[in-house]
């Protein structure tokens, strides 16, 4: 079978996430990867097991890497995007897409130009349950929608002294828990309930307004190791945390908050979706069960089986029976739509995996979350 070949941009944190999850497709070959330095990529290359490596504008000119993942900070999600359109590469780029909605604006349209394929790594849609609530959803067995509850609660940055290239504005942009994981939330609420959020309040903290210098050496985004005694304190503007109320289009309400500052919540997600006939409750820090409440009878816990669930999310169950799915199972699941479309050369009609378009519909109500914190005001999406 001929193999797509993928270039990786960007191996820190979710750059070997992909290509772990890539290599578990039977018709891809993980062929490159580039670095901010050649040297940082030899380094990473020999590390992860990867032939080829390159600086970013090398990788572009290799005419056989057909698709590359853009798996950089946010604020190289758009230039990197843009160049690897241009050079004929199909594109993945992490979320958020770009740090403002005309750089997205700009890659959606590159895109649909181009004809090629673009996705989002919106990977949480990608849990066998998620796709089992939206089915329900689909089916009417939820009902009309009255609320949404969600949050996304994480400690990585609990402490003064955590470092990450997210606190650097210029690296992260103007918000930071919600656009780092609050860009999952806002897109996986639509997703599932199939509303559009039509206005926003939010209300941001910073909890931490200086952080002090790490307590150990970290690796900045460039590589390069950062000693404690190289870092000043630095005060801090981005959001630790963020309370945002919502409206929907169906007139209904909701609330979501995110917390990077949670002591104790690693990488959870909680939704609860109350409809007229049942509520569901679901959370990824246990992924494969979700509670179904009822009015009349018992409540019911729904196990990841695909002898219970709807084909939609039976489909993306890897192994029969009870056995668990867990986060790297939804990166494979999201690239295995993917490169159907890259194996046919060109983006489908009607993509089943989340695209730039999908990224763009986040941004704007991301971009409409810190319009809203800087007003202290009500924002019409
Ligand atoms: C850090 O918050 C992070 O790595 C996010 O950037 C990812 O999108 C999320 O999936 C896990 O946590």
Not at 58 to 63: G, S
Not at 243 to 257: Q, S
Not at 258 to 265: F, I
Not at 342 to 359: R, S
């Given at each position: 079978m001929k193999k797509i070949k993928?270039?990786?941009?960007?191996?820190?944190?979710?750059?070997?996430?992909?290509?772990?999850?890539?290599?578990?497709?039977?018709?891809?070959?993980?062929?490159?990867?580039?670095?901010?330095?050649?040297?940082?990529?030899?380094?990473?290359?020999?590390?992860?097991?990867?032939?080829?490596?390159?600086?970013?504008?090398?990788?572009?000119?290799?005419?056989?890497?057909?698709?590359?993942?853009?798996?950089?900070?946010?604020?190289?999600?758009?230039?990197?995007?843009?160049?690897?359109?241009?050079?004929?590469?199909?594109?993945?780029?992490?979320?958020?897409?770009?740090?403002?909605?005309?750089?997205?604006?700009?890659?959606?349209?590159?895109?649909?130009?181009?004809?090629?394929?673009?996705?989002?790594?919106?990977?949480?849609?990608?849990?066998?349950?998620?796709?089992?609530?939206?089915?329900?959803?689909?089916?009417?067995?939820?009902?009309?929608?009255?609320?949404?509850?969600?949050?996304?609660?994480?400690?990585?940055?609990?402490?003064?002294?955590?470092?990450?290239?997210?606190?650097?504005?210029?690296?992260?942009?103007?918000?930071?828990?919600?656009?780092?994981?609050?860009?999952?939330?806002?897109?996986?609420?639509?997703?599932?309930?199939?509303?559009?959020?039509?206005?926003?309040?939010?209300?941001?903290?910073?909890?931490?307004?200086?952080?002090?210098?790490?307590?150990?050496?970290?690796?900045?985004?460039?590589?390069?190791?950062l000693q404690p005694e190289d870092y000043a304190d630095v005060n801090i503007t981005t959001e630790d945390h963020a309370n945002v109320l919502l409206r929907f289009d169906n007139g209904n309400r909701g609330v979501i908050t995110v917390s990077q500052v949670q002591a104790g919540r690693k990488n959870r997600m909680t939704l609860e979706i109350s409809g007229s006939k049942q509520t569901f409750n679901w959370c990824s820090e246990t992924p494969n069960e979700m509670w179904i409440g009822n009015r009349d009878k018992s409540n019911e816990v729904l196990l990841r089986d695909p002898s219970l669930a709807y084909a939609e999310a039976r489909q993306l169950m890897t192994f029969p029976g009870g056995h668990n799915e867990g986060f790297p199972d939804t990166s494979k699941q999201l690239f295995k739509e993917v490169y159907e479309a890259v194996a046919a050369g060109k983006q489908p009609e009607k993509p089943t995996f989340p695209t730039f378009a999908d990224g763009y519909r986040e941004l704007l109500i991301c971009e409409k979350i810190l319009e809203s914190n800087k007003k202290q005001a009500w924002v019409e999406v």
């Amino acid at each position: 079978m001929k193999k797509i070949k993928v270039g990786i941009v960007g191996t820190g944190f979710i750059g070997p996430a992909h290509i772990e999850a890539l290599r578990r497709l039977p018709n891809v070959e993980v062929a490159a990867l580039c670095e901010v330095t050649v040297e940082l990529a030899k380094q990473k290359a020999e590390a992860l097991g990867i032939e080829r490596y390159y600086t970013f504008e090398d990788l572009l000119k290799q005419e056989d890497i057909e698709s590359v993942h853009i798996c950089t900070p946010n604020f190289l999600h758009y230039s990197q995007s843009k160049a690897a359109l241009l050079a004929g590469k199909h594109v993945v780029c992490e979320k958020p897409l770009a740090k403002d909605l005309h750089e997205a604006e700009e890659l959606v349209e590159l895109a649909a130009k181009t004809g090629l394929v673009n996705a989002v790594h919106f990977n949480l849609r990608y849990y066998p349950l998620a796709r089992q609530m939206k089915t329900m959803r689909e089916k009417g067995d939820l009902g009309e929608i009255y609320s949404i509850m969600g949050s996304y609660l994480q400690d990585w940055l609990f402490y003064d002294t955590d470092y990450n290239w997210r606190l650097e504005p210029d690296k992260s942009g103007d918000s930071r828990a919600i656009a780092d994981i609050g860009s999952h939330l806002m897109d996986i609420l639509e997703y599932i309930t199939g509303l559009k959020t039509t206005a926003v309040m939010a209300d941001f903290n910073t909890v931490h307004k200086t952080r002090k210098k790490p307590l150990k050496p970290v690796e900045t985004y460039s590589g390069k190791m950062l000693q404690p005694e190289d870092y000043a304190d630095v005060n801090i503007t981005t959001e630790d945390h963020a309370n945002v109320l919502l409206r929907f289009d169906n007139g209904n309400r909701g609330v979501i908050t995110v917390s990077q500052v949670q002591a104790g919540r690693k990488n959870r997600m909680t939704l609860e979706i109350s409809g007229s006939k049942q509520t569901f409750n679901w959370c990824s820090e246990t992924p494969n069960e979700m509670w179904i409440g009822n009015r009349d009878k018992s409540n019911e816990v729904l196990l990841r089986d695909p002898s219970l669930a709807y084909a939609e999310a039976r489909q993306l169950m890897t192994f029969p029976g009870g056995h668990n799915e867990g986060f790297p199972d939804t990166s494979k699941q999201l690239f295995k739509e993917v490169y159907e479309a890259v194996a046919a050369g060109k983006q489908p009609e009607k993509p089943t995996f989340p695209t730039f378009a999908d990224g763009y519909r986040e941004l704007l109500i991301c971009e409409k979350i810190l319009e809203s914190n800087k007003k202290q005001a009500w924002v019409e999406v």
